[in-house]
């Protein structure tokens, strides 16, 4: 990195004050109001994070779900994921299906293991989504918990296109959603209802946070499921669903339990959207497809 700022930046090689370019990034912010990094290519040495956090032999767990015909998209998530995904780590893949046998067998480098877990299948997507974060809940509590360190919970229909390392690693990490990041706050659709349990006011909100990726310590992901999943099903019982889902139940969780990191679209980006001059590289992005070949109805 002192190469970098050497390179790129002439006044620190007057003044020989590296303090000033940790980051080549002007383009973007790359820290939260509460001092969590936002990390977008260019802010980070791949090299000195790799240095970093290999030595720490950490185990990293990844829970997907592939319920149904949602099956199709597990061979190129994994396949992909052991070409970009916390490479050089020792992994553990959970994968939740009601279709053990038409999980794909993938090649898995060394310290990759990869679990198939028999869940129930279902139709209904609220019950799907509400059981996502039950099943996450209940693994952790059975076996996650003492298998691994960290812990990624992710959307099965998407695919790795470039690194995702260990900068991506921290307390609680959460991912700004590609179709947001360059709109104001007024615009995000949180849950407007102050009847939901997942409600945020206009005034309120710091980013628009995306569904498909969430991360962290076992222990904090594990509450924040459980959180989640508690109001996901108060607001069912007041016969309330959330205009997002979970993924409002997340934003809400993640305005009063600030994120430690927080992820740039980079992280998750979505295959119909042309990439923007921010985006210098796409690592994850939500495949194309067509609902009425996946979705049960
Ligand atoms: C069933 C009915 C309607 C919609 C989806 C499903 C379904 C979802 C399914 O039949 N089988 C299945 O395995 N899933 C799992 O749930 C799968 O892992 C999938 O990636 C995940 C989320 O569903 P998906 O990818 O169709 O939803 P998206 O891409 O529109 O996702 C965003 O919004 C959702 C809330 O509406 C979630 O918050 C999701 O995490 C977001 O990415
Ligand atoms: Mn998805």
Not at 65 to 94: C, P, S, W
Not at 276 to 290: A, D, H, L, P, Q
Request: aromatic share 14%; charged share 25%; glycine share 6%.
């Amino acid at each position: 990195s002192l190469f970098l700022c050497l390179v790129l930046n002439q006044d620190t090689t007057q003044s020989g004050r590296t303090l000033f370019c940790s980051s080549r990034r002007t383009d973007v912010v790359s820290v939260t109001p509460w001092l969590a990094p936002i990390v977008w290519e260019g802010t980070f040495d791949p090299v000195l994070v790799d240095n970093i956090y290999k030595p720490m032999n950490l185990t990293i767990a990844t829970t997907v779900f592939a319920i149904g015909k949602y099956v199709r998209f597990l061979q190129d998530f994994l396949d992909t994921a052991e070409k970009h995904f916390m490479v050089g780590f020792n992994m553990r893949y959970y994968v939740f299906t009601d279709r053990p046998h038409d999980v794909p067998s993938v090649n898995l480098t060394r310290g990759r293991h990869l679990s198939v877990i028999q869940v129930p299948g279902s139709n209904r997507w609220q019950e799907i989504s509400a059981r996502r974060m039950e099943i996450i809940q209940t693994t952790i509590e059975r076996q996650i918990r003492r298998e691994a360190d960290y812990i990624f919970c992710l959307d099965v229909d998407s695919k790795f296109h470039a690194r995702w390392g260990p900068e991506s690693l921290g307390r609680l990490v959460a991912v700004i959603h590609p179709g947001y990041y360059e709109q104001t706050r007024d615009r995000f659709p949180y849950e407007r209802r102050p009847a939901s349990t997942a409600y945020i006011p206009m005034d309120e909100g710091d980013y628009y946070y995306g569904g498909a990726m969430i991360g962290g310590f076992v222990e904090d992901v594990y509450t924040l499921t459980k959180v989640c999943q508690t109001r996901f099903e108060e607001d069912a019982g007041n016969s309330i669903e959330a205009a997002w889902q979970e993924e409002s139940h997340l934003n809400r969780y993640l305005l009063y339990n600030k994120p430690s990191k927080v992820l740039s679209p980079e992280y998750l980006w979505q295959d119909f959207k042309a990439k923007t001059k921010e985006v210098k590289v796409i690592r994850f992005s939500g495949v194309i497809k067509n609902y009425a070949d996946v979705r049960p109805n």
